[in-house]
């Protein structure tokens, strides 16, 4: 396959995009910052990796004609243990039966191999309602297996300078969110969180997607990169934390995560996809330990999630796609198990919205 930082060459259907100005704005916006951010981690893997480009993954929302996305996926094992760079827009503006006009959104997850270098989330988002109203959703965190104090005071520098004014309440916001109530800890050690933004100054909401966007990518690639080069020795005890950590983002993320959630009930055409953040292996045995922790509303669900890993934890495509299906369907027939997910101060509707 020729590499290129764009849609793939064969493309038998084509993604229509939303015709809106803002729409067009924010995927501009969310399109650059996966290139910037796939340039910056190829970069890395050509340094001290085995060379090898990230490959691009293409989707279909109703075949396009409610728009998709593109997923570049890292196939440098030697530094990643699972990487994926995602952009995507789906619009409706064709559709009068929908309220939502488009959702524009980049979301990523870096999971490197090396277990002293931090995994890293971040998602910046655009939804746009066709009365005319429009939120951001801005998220970033830094989730390691093994903590690093400078890496975590790193990290918190670069989201305080990004969020400016807002990054109190972003930290807040994030702590909230990413708390894991049946562990009794956050996922992760330094959260950035904004849910439903805006100033009125849309300009300047975006210059702030873009600042927040750029600097984390930046932020983070140096930290791993100093990981990755400087900390070589790994022992059998740090594989093991990090396959507890990896366990535990797997939890977060099929019970508490509301945007994985929210994209589940929304559509069944990008489910490998939205897996994309799941790590390559987790602890079965651990994960089902934890069933009892659960609250009552979610009484099952972690038995639902065990019967899709095989005994060793590995977690592929086939693995990927039976999950989404099965939590889905969990959802589905247990919607009071949505009420106990997780939240920031505020909720918005997403799946309602795409109704």
Known sequence: MKWRHSVPEKSIMTRIKAKSPDAQAAYSLVEHLQSYFVRALEQLSS???EKQKFEPIEWFRHHGKFGGGVRYVATDDKLFNRGSVNV?????ESDETKQLASATAL?????????????????????????GKGYWRMMADLNPSVFKEEDKQTFEACLKACGGEYYEEASAQGDKYFYIPALERHRGVSHFYLENFSTGNRDD?????????????DTYVKIIKNRMVNETSITEEDKKVQLAYHTIYLFQVLTLDRG???GLLVHDENDVGIMGSIP????????????????????GLVDVIAACLDED?????EQKAALAQAAREYYKTHPQALKVQ???NVSVPTVQNHK
């Open 205 to 217: 909401d975006l210059k702030m997607a873009q600042r927040l966007g750029e600097g984390v990518v």
């Open 313 to 317: 934890g590995a977690v592929e495509n």
């Open 47 to 49: 340094e001290i990796g």
């Open 107 to 131: 979301s990523t997850i870096i999971h490197p191999r090396n277990p002293h270098a931090p995994s890293m989330h971040m998602h910046i988002s655009w939804t746009e309602m066709k009365n």
């Open 88 to 92: 995507s827009q789906v619009q409706y």
């Open 280 to 299: 390559s292996h987790v602890n079965k045995t651990l994960f089902l330990s934890w069933k009892d922790k659960t609250p009552p509303e979610q009484n």
């Open 260 to 262: 994985t959630t929210s």
């Open 342 to 344: 997780a939240s920031g």
